[in-house]
């Protein structure tokens, strides 16, 4: 089994959420007493936001690299971002390791790919729906058509999710907002949802909506686990590493 170096922080309720699916997933692929091999640097969340309110990715992407390094000293043999939105600075990551980086909008990709969908929704921070770092992989890469939500829906899901949902509140009133912003898209013609940040799924449940919803999350942990416990074949570096892009 290969270890798992997890970047977390970007919050906490992730983080806790990716260490404990990755165990279960591990046992789950395993079987017995099984557990995952895992090492966490977690950042603290508070810095992050300052520079992500700042736009400051440069910043953002040397901390996180830092992380990346940490982790490969430690001995971790592929490195993952438990966030959606970090994933902007990617390339910065890669740039200080030389074990593998799985990123989440390709594991995504895989997975709405092999449903044969062709429009889909994006929700995630402002940030993750309006810049192309996420977009544009699955575009390229997939095939997809991706859609995002009205300027008023966006700030409005951005405010929920730092708001609200990554301090560990899940309201009514905030899941009725995404449901109905999610049926407006329906009606013109998306065919799956992604939830692009890692607390969503916590507020939008599968059986909240008609159409398909993809955890960012649980797809990424599916495909880490996947590749560290061997069940995908060898873990190449070309694999997980197909995404070039940069800020």
């Known amino acids: 089994m290969k270890t798992i170096g997890l970047i977390g922080g970007m919050g906490w309720e992730s983080s806790k959420l990716y260490y404990e699916r990755i165990n279960k997933k591990v046992n789950e692929v395993l079987g017995g007493t099984h557990s995952a091999k895992i090492i966490m640097v977690s950042v603290d969340f508070a810095e992050i936001e300052k520079l992500t309110f700042a736009t400051n990715w440069n910043a953002i992407g ?19 971002l438990c966030t959606n939105l ?40 402002k940030y993750t729906m309006e810049k192309d770092f996420y977009s544009k992989i699955l575009e390229d890469s997939y095939g997809q058509k991706v859609i995002i939500p009205s300027e008023i829906d966006r700030n409005r899901i951005h405010n929920i999710i730092y708001n609200e949902l990554l301090k560990g509140v899940f309201t009514k009133t905030a899941k009725q907002h995404i449901i109905k912003i999610i049926k407006k898209a329906q ?34 942990v599916d495909k880490v686990v996947d590749l560290s416990t061997n069940q995908s074949g060898k873990l190449e570096k070309n694999i997980v590493q197909k995404c070039s892009c940069t800020i």
């Open 86 to 125: 970090i994933h902007i600075v990617s390339g910065q990551i890669k740039k200080e390791i030389t074990i593998p980086f799985l990123h989440i909008a390709d594991a995504t990709g895989e997975v709405i790919q092999s449903q044969h969908l062709k429009k889909v929704l994006l929700l995630g921070t």
């Open 62 to 80: 040397t901390i996180v690299g830092n992380c990346a390094k940490q982790l490969e000293k430690a001995g971790a043999d592929v490195v993952i």
């Open 187 to 220: 009606l013109d013609g998306v065919e799956g949802v992604i939830l692009g940040c890692t607390e969503l799924p916590m507020l939008i449940k599968e059986t909240d909506v008609t159409i398909p919803t993809f955890d960012t999350g649980q797809i990424h």
